[in-house]
């Protein structure tokens, strides 16, 4: 139901004239979404160590291999599509990607988010939970020939930016 109804309400705002009605889900799964593919994207945005279903990165995945489909007209969700668009973590990469390039347009923003990674983020992959304050101090202190200090609130705005939205990789 995660993927489903979601994927459904999608459908019905895009095409209500070919509407299909919630209680009919082996339909959704059938018309929509090709055999065994919900299986395979959960495989790839499940956490190995706990086991735990990456949720954001449920809500991306969909989201591209959905936009891909629309793209070339198609309305079934393929297995096909998932992989030439380097599967899960392909689709997640770029979207990094494609944020922190954005970012780095910014003025100045492009720097603190990249000194705000490594606090955020080990070589492995791990993710750090960290408060905006502790942030800005490092900040600070990485830049601390600069004179320039770097306010809290700066880090809390981008914080919340790379968080929420379209535009999240926190």
């Known amino acids: 139901k995660a993927i489903t109804e979601p994927l459904l ?10 509407m299909i009605e919630i209680e009919y889900e082996d339909k959704i799964e059938e018309n929509l979404i090709e055999k065994n593919l919900v299986e395979e994207v959960l495989n790839q945005v499940t956490v190995l160590e706990t086991g735990e279903i990456e949720a954001p990165y449920l809500q991306l995945v969909m989201k591209r291999l959905w936009d891909e489909e629309r793209a070339h007209d198609s309305l079934k969700l393929q297995k096909q599509t998932l ?6 973590r392909g689709i997640v990469e770029e979207h990094f990607k494609q944020q922190k390039k954005k970012l780095e347009q910014e003025e100045g923003d492009g720097q603190i988010a990249s000194s705000l990674f490594k ?4 070589l492995s992959g791990a993710q750090i939970s960290q408060k905006a304050k502790d942030l800005t101090n490092y900040i600070n202190e990485d830049h601390a020939v600069e004179q320039k200090k770097l306010p809290e609130d700066k880090v809390e705005k981008l914080l919340a930016e790379l968080s929420y939205g379209s535009s999240r990789i926190l």
Not at 119 to 122: A, E, F, G, I, Q
């Open 9 to 18: 309400k999608i459908y019905n705002d895009q095409l209500p004239e070919q």
């Open 83 to 88: 992989t030439s668009l380097g599967g899960a």
């Open 119 to 122: 606090y955020l983020v080990t």
